[in-house]
């Protein structure tokens, strides 16, 4: 925990991060910490009071603009007509002066409020006007919260459309021995086969190969599993009705300049998304989607045991 001259603690600490890109580390009481990138409104480390990382960052990230950050969260948004996952992670943001006010914001939780508008330069590729306004809180037990308020600020009175995904990429210790629960009877597009719809017929997801699926109408809480390290990570999410599930595997691996040849085994993106049906805005509207991320011994979550002995 840093603290100050004073000996208080600081919650919030501007600094430089790789190559002197500006950062934000986030800390709260026992010791767990998030780090904030302002280009991309990126985190890229999220850790519990034992600073264990629970968010996989490639040892191959690059760290220079314009190349995205491989790893943490990147923002997904504008997605659909535009390159794969749009312009906000290569953007970047500023410190918001003026945020609006949140509901979910007690004394004692350390955040950042970020925003990124339009510019003449993303006016080409994107002609809209809109503001983003990005809230990450790191809550009193460590969890992580992000909160994504985007507004339609046109003046010619159009609406505009998009897709969005907040890419979480968890680290996890073998992807062999985790699984997926929730999602499981549901729909989903698989994005390997030119997105066909399927049905989900497992119980629970679990991963032998290659996987890229967005799965449709989902629940607003899912549990992703680590047996090896006997740890559930919690998403829950408000306003993104769709997840998507991917792991490059090993061929993939190797093709992605910017991933380690064996990282795919200890990652798996889950993310919390919008891509079925795009979100429509007409000026003056604001589209809010959220996703809160806690990570938990396994046995609390599993649904094997009682909760309460499980403490």
């Known amino acids: 925990m840093s603290s100050s001259s004073s000996g208080e603690m600081v919650f919030v600490e501007h600094t430089k991060g790789v190559n002197g890109l500006p950062k934000v ?25 034992h600073g264990e990382e629970l968010l996989f960052l490639s040892s191959k990230a690059i760290f220079k603009p314009p190349k995205a950050i491989r790893g943490g969260i990147p923002i997904c948004f504008p997605q659909g007509s535009l390159e794969q996952h749009g312009f906000a992670r290569n953007r970047h ?3 918001d002066p003026d945020p609006p006010p ?64 907040y890419h979480t990429y968890f680290a996890v210790t073998d992807i062999s021995e985790v699984r997926v629960e929730g999602l499981e009877t549901l729909d989903y597009l698989d994005y ?21 699926k967005a799965y449709l109408s ?23 009705p769709d997840a998507v599930v991917w792991n490059p595997w090993d061929k993939k691996a190797k093709a992605i300049p910017d ?9 798996l993106c889950v993310e919390a998304a919008c891509v079925e049906k795009p979100i429509t805005l007409k000026p003056g509207e604001e589209w809010r989607g959220r996703q809160e991320l806690s990570a938990v011994p396994s046995s609390y979550c599993s649904g094997q045991l009682d909760p309460q002995k499980a403490l």
Request: net charge neutral; hydrophobic share 35%.
């Open 192 to 212: 390997l086969k030119n997105k066909e719809r399927f049905t989900e017929q497992g119980d629970a997801i679990t991963f032998e190969a290659e996987v890229d």
């Open 93 to 95: 943001w500023m410190v």
């Open 102 to 165: 949140f509901l979910t914001c007690s004394p004692n939780k350390a955040f950042i409020d970020l925003i990124l508008k339009h510019s003449e330069e993303d006016a080409k590729i994107w002609p809209h006007r809109y503001e983003f306004r990005l809230r990450v809180t790191l809550g009193p037990g460590g969890d992580l919260m992000m909160t994504s308020r985007i507004r339609n600020t046109n003046t010619d009175g159009k609406p505009f459309m998009f897709t969005f995904s």
């Open 218 to 240: 989902t629940p607003t809480k899912i549990a992703i599993i680590d047996h090896e390290r006997k740890r559930t990570y919690e998403l829950r999410k408000d306003g993104l």
């Open 259 to 267: 991933f380690g040849d064996n990282e795919y085994k200890h990652m």
């Open 25 to 49: 580390i986030l800390r709260e009481v026992r010791g767990c910490s998030a780090e904030v990138y302002l280009y991309g409104a990126q985190v890229t480390s999220w850790k519990n009071e």
